[in-house]
C-alpha cells in the first residue's frame, strides 16, 4: 500500500509516495513552466508529477492529498472550470476586507476573502455571472481528481473567514454578496471521493484510490516535521522566518499577523516574519552561505545587532509598518556579516516565540527546524544558544511529505 502528498508551493511543487507507516517510496518534484500565476500550468504540474511516480508504487496507491499555498485561490464557473486568473497568495490589490471583525485572518489585504471581494466588485457582469465555485489552489486541484467541485478544509478556508473553532462560517460572511461562491468545508484529511475512473486508468492507479482533503503548504510543512504534541513547535527558515507552535488554546492577533489553525482539538499558533532567507540569498549564493556559515564559531557572539529586512516594514514579532531594516555597522569580513545576520535571526525567532507565549499560547518545549535554513548546521547551534529549547530532528522537511501523511490518515483529525 502507498500514500501520495503532493505539494504545491510557491516556486514548484514536489510529490513523495509513503508506506503506510511514513517511510519515503519515492519523491519527485516539477517547476512551473510559467511563474505560478497560471491555472492550466499548475494542472500540467499535477499530470507531470503523477508521470513521474513510478508505476509500480501508482499501482499501489490507496489516497491522495494536496496542499497549496494558502490564500490563493481561483474563481471557476459551474463545470469548474476557472473564469479568471487565479490570485495568488501574495496579491493585496483588493486591501483589508473592512466587513471582517479585526481579529479574523480574513482581515488582511492578501486573504481570500479579500480576493473574492475584489472580484466581486472588479469582475465585468458576464464574468460575474459564470462564477459558482470560488476556491483554493489545494482545492482546486483535488477536484480535478475526484471530480466534485467546491470541496474545501478548514486550513485553506481559514483566510476566507471560516470559523474553525465553530465549524461554521460566521453570519457576517453569510450573509454576502459572495456568501454563493464559497466551498463547503470538512476536516483536513477527510475522504472526499475515488479518483475519477478515467485518471486512475490514465496514470494506472487502482480506481478505488481515495482523494482526500489536503492543507495549506505551510501546516503541510509542519506536519512533515511529526511534531505533534501540545509545546512542540516548527520553525519554517524559508524566504521567511515563520513560527508555528501547538497549543491548546487558539490565539488571534490578526494585527500582528498571529492566527490558528485547527489540528483536531489542538491549535497550531503561529507568525510569520519579514526576515529570513530572502535577506540572506539577497547577499550571498547558496554556495557562499554553506561555505562561510562553517567558519564561523557559534560558540562566540557575533556582537551585531541587526533586524534583517529587504525593505521596511514588519508585523510579528514586532508590529511596526514602517520598521526600518537594520544591517550596519557591516563588517568587511563577510564571515562576521552572515554570523551577525543569521545571530539576529536567531534572536528574532526567539523574540517570535516569546510574543506567542506572553498571549498565552503556553511553553515551547521542543523546536523542529525546517526550509530552506534548515541545513545549516552552525546556524542551528546559533539557534540553540539563544533559544535554549531542546531541538529535535524533523522526520522531513518538505511539505509533501505532511500532505503524504495526511493521506496515510498517520496525522489529522475529525473533531468532535
Ligand atoms: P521558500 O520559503 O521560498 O519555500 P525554502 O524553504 O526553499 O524557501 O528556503 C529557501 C531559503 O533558504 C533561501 O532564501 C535561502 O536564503 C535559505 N538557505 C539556503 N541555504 C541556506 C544555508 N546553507 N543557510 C541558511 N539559509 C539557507
Known amino acids: 500500500m502507498a500514500y501520495l502528498g503532493i505539494d504545491f508551493g510557491t516556486s514548484g511543487a514536489r510529490a513523495i509516495a509513503i508506506e503506510p507507516q511514513g517511510s519515503v517510496l519515492a519523491e519527485c518534484r516539477?517547476?512551473?513552466?510559467?511563474?505560478?500565476?497560471?491555472?492550466?500550468?499548475?494542472?500540467?504540474?499535477?499530470w507531470a508529477l503523477l508521470d513521474q511516480i513510478p508505476q509500480t508504487i501508482?499501482?499501489?496507491?490507496?489516497?491522495?492529498?494536496?496542499d497549496g499555498t494558502s490564500a490563493t485561490v481561483l474563481l471557476c464557473d459551474r463545470n469548474n472550470a476557472p473564469i479568471t486568473e487565479p490570485l495568488l497568495y501574495n496579491d493585496s490589490r483588493g486591501g483589508a476586507p473592512t466587513v471582517a471583525p479585526v481579529d479574523s485572518p480574513a482581515h488582511s489585504a492578501t486573504s481570500s476573502l479579500a480576493k473574492a471581494l475584489w472580484w466581486h466588485t472588479h469582475l465585468p457582469d458576464h464574468r460575474l455571472h459564470q462564477a459558482h465555485y470560488l476556491v483554493?489552489?489545494?482545492?482546486?486541484?483535488?477536484?480535478l481528481l475526484h471530480g466534485k467541485p467546491g470541496i474545501?478544509?478548514?486550513?485553506?478556508?481559514?483566510?476566507?473567514?471560516?470559523?474553525p473553532q465553530a465549524l461554521a462560517y460566521p453570519q457576517w460572511l453569510a450573509a454576502l454578496d459572495?456568501?454563493?461562491w464559497l466551498p463547503a468545508v470538512i476536516a483536513p484529511g477527510t475522504e472526499i471521493a475515488p479518483i475519477q475512473p478515467a485518471i486512475a486508468q490514465k496514470f494506472a492507479i487502482p480506481n478505488q484510490c481515495i482523494i482526500k482533503t489536503g492543507?495549506?503548504?505551510?501546516?503541510?510543512a509542519f506536519l512533515a516535521s511529526g511534531a505533534s504534541a501540545t509545546g512542540e513547535a516548527v520553525t519554517s527558515l524559508g524566504s521567511t522566518l515563520v513560527l508555528k507552535l501547538l497549543s491548546s488554546v487558539p490565539i488571534n492577533d490578526a494585527k500582528s499577523g498571529i492566527y490558528s489553525h485547527r489540528l483536531g482539538n489542538q491549535w497550531l499558533v503561529g507568525g510569520a516574519s519579514n526576515t529570513g532567507g530572502a535577506v540572506l540569498s539577497y547577499f550571498f549564493s547558496s554556495d557562499e552561505l554553506h561555505s562561510l556559515s562553517q567558519r564561523i564559531d557559534p560558540a562566540q557572539p557575533s556582537h551585531l545587532d541587526y533586524y534583517p529586512l529587504l525593505t521596511p516594514g514588519e508585523r510579528f514579532p514586532i508590529n511596526d509598518a514602517e520598521l526600518s531594516p537594520r544591517m550596519t555597522p557591516?563588517?568587511?569580513?563577510?564571515?562576521?556579516?552572515?554570523?551577525?545576520?543569521?545571530?539576529?535571526?536567531?534572536?528574532?525567532?526567539?523574540?517570535?516565540?516569546?510574543?506567542?507565549?506572553?498571549?498565552?499560547?503556553?511553553?515551547?518545549?521542543?523546536l523542529y527546524t525546517a526550509g530552506g535554513g534548515a541545513q545549516n548546521q552552525v546556524w542551528q547551534t546559533i539557534r540553540h544558544n539563544i533559544l535554549g529549547i531542546p531541538m529535535g530532528?524533523?522526520?522531513?522537511?518538505?511539505?509533501?511529505?505532511?500532505?503524504?501523511?495526511?493521506?496515510?490518515?498517520?496525522?489529522?483529525?475529525?473533531?468532535?
Open 58 to 66: 501508482r499501482q499501489r496507491l490507496q489516497a491522495i492529498a494536496i
Open 152 to 163: 474545501s478544509d478548514y486550513n485553506n478556508a481559514l483566510k476566507l473567514g471560516y470559523d
Open 330 to 366: 557591516r563588517p568587511e569580513n563577510s564571515v562576521e556579516f552572515l554570523h551577525g545576520l543569521l545571530e539576529s535571526m536567531a534572536h528574532i525567532e526567539a523574540m517570535g516565540y516569546q510574543k506567542l507565549m506572553d498571549l498565552g499560547s503556553g511553553a515551547v518545549h521542543r
Open 393 to 416: 530532528a524533523a522526520l522531513h522537511t518538505e511539505a509533501a511529505y505532511g500532505t503524504a501523511r495526511l493521506a496515510a490518515g498517520l496525522v489529522g483529525s475529525n473533531p468532535q
Open 178 to 180: 459572495i456568501a454563493p
Open 30 to 46: 516539477c517547476a512551473y513552466a510559467s511563474n505560478n500565476a497560471s491555472a492550466q500550468d499548475w494542472e500540467h504540474t499535477l
Open 136 to 143: 483554493h489552489q489545494a482545492d482546486w486541484l483535488s477536484s
Open 215 to 220: 492543507t495549506t503548504d505551510s501546516i503541510a
